[in-house]
């Protein structure tokens, strides 16, 4: 049981990171590596503040903050500087590597001492006894779906759907008279705010800040996106965002099964073959659609 409750907490919090990667990989196209120093760069900025004596419920909006600045600032390089979409996210992920560890103050940083969303003196006067095995768990599936739901509602609006054509068709974001870069801007905003949300949760059910957290986190997120999208493309009443985060569950479950069947040194190894495995079934699975599509308009 403990296994399953662990490979949900990890799942979920990797969820609010596949959000993020969700916005810029599905929606506006954009193969934003920020993602590997936005995600450190919510655990640093959470483990500066609760070792400062701030309330770590407030570190999550810091860290949401603090990624949505590093999300703005890897867009002004590429709107704004004309550095192909690329580079921009590897100059910003390379820079935010040192400001991580400026805000931290070190390379690691404990935090068992400390009290965090998952376990401070007010949860264990609220939370029944029974509950105690599983505060973590409802703690992070409560912020995850505040994180999903925000989000939605975000897509709904105006300026929600002009960033789904920025990445569909820029020409009618042009055409509204809305500059698409500034729309691309606020896209990453919120994708590497929600990354650095998922960080600071991460941070803080681990109960420590380590510099090299953030590495692969974009792998992680693309897997738990490619997944989702893939197994539920024909489940019309799913919203994307919600296969997303079950998708991540069933990522982090196979790595789990996997690493209990392996040295845990092979960790990265398995994590990159199965992310290939998968990028594989999804490739095949799109000539497969575009194939169909075709032998049908010839008929």
Same mark, same amino acid.
């Given at each position: 049981?403990?296994?399953?409750?662990?490979?949900?907490?990890?799942?979920?919090?990797?969820?609010?990171?596949?959000?993020?990667?969700?916005?810029?990989?599905?929606?506006?196209?954009?193969?934003?590596?920020?993602?590997?120093?936005?995600?450190?760069?919510?655990?640093?900025?959470?483990? =500066?503040?609760?070792?400062? &004596?701030?309330?770590?419920?407030?570190? @999550? /909006?810091?860290?949401?903050?603090?990624?949505? %600045? #590093? !999300?703005?600032?890897?867009?002004?390089?590429?709107?704004?500087?004309?550095?192909?979409?690329?580079?921009?996210?590897?100059?910003?992920?390379?820079?935010?590597?040192?400001?991580?560890?400026?805000?931290?103050?070190?390379?690691?940083?404990?935090?068992?001492?400390?009290?965090?969303?998952?376990?401070?003196?007010?949860?264990?006067?609220?939370?029944?006894?029974?509950?105690?095995?599983?505060?973590?768990?409802?703690?992070?599936?409560?912020?995850?779906?505040?994180?999903?739901?925000?989000?939605?509602?975000?897509?709904?609006?105006?300026?929600?759907?002009?960033?789904?054509?920025?990445?569909?068709?820029?020409?009618?974001?042009?055409? =509204?008279?809305?500059?698409? &870069?500034?729309?691309?801007?606020?896209? @990453? /905003?919120?994708?590497?705010?929600?990354?650095? %949300? #998922? !960080?600071?949760?991460?941070?803080?059910?681990?109960?420590?800040?380590?510099?090299?957290?953030?590495?692969?986190?974009?792998?992680?997120?693309?897997?738990?996106?490619?997944?989702?999208?893939?197994?539920?493309?024909?489940?019309?009443?799913?919203?994307?965002?919600?296969?997303?985060?079950?998708?991540?569950?069933?990522?982090?479950?196979?790595?789990?099964?996997?690493?209990?069947?392996?040295?845990?040194?092979?960790?990265?190894?398995?994590?990159?073959?199965?992310?290939?495995?998968?990028?594989?079934?999804?490739?095949?699975?799109?000539?497969?659609?575009?194939?169909?599509?075709?032998?049908?308009?010839?008929?």
């Amino acid at each position: 049981m403990d296994f399953i409750v662990t490979i949900l907490e990890q799942g979920l919090i990797y969820g609010i990171l596949a959000l993020g990667v969700y916005i810029t990989y599905k929606i506006l196209d954009f193969p934003d590596l920020t993602v590997d120093g936005s995600f450190p760069l919510g655990g640093a900025v959470t483990a =500066l503040l609760i070792t400062n &004596g701030v309330n770590p419920y407030l570190s @999550l /909006a810091a860290s949401f903050a603090a990624g949505a %600045l #590093a !999300g703005i600032c890897t867009g002004l390089i590429h709107v704004k500087g004309k550095v192909r979409d690329l580079l921009s996210g590897i100059i910003m992920m390379t820079a935010l590597w040192t400001i991580n560890l400026y805000i931290a103050g070190t390379s690691n940083v404990p935090l068992f001492s400390q009290e965090s969303i998952f376990k401070n003196d007010w949860l264990e006067r609220v939370v029944p006894e029974a509950l105690t095995g599983y505060t973590t768990l409802l703690i992070i599936l409560i912020l995850t779906v505040i994180a999903k739901v925000l989000l939605d509602l975000y897509l709904k609006t105006k300026s929600g759907y002009l960033l789904r054509a920025v990445g569909d068709n820029p020409v009618l974001v042009t055409s =509204l008279a809305k500059d698409q &870069g500034n729309v691309k801007i606020v896209g @990453l /905003a919120i994708a590497n705010g929600l990354v650095s %949300l #998922a !960080g600071s949760a991460f941070c803080q059910e681990e109960r420590v800040f380590e510099i090299s957290m953030g590495t692969g986190a974009i792998v992680i997120g693309l897997a738990s996106v490619i997944i989702g999208t893939s197994l539920f493309r024909k489940v019309t009443i799913m919203q994307a965002t919600t296969a997303v985060l079950i998708g991540s569950v069933i990522y982090k479950a196979c790595v789990a099964v996997a690493i209990r069947n392996f040295q845990p040194q092979a960790m990265k190894l398995i994590t990159a073959v199965l992310f290939l495995v998968i990028l594989i079934i999804s490739m095949e699975r799109r000539k497969k659609v575009k194939t169909d599509a075709g032998t049908e308009r010839n008929s």
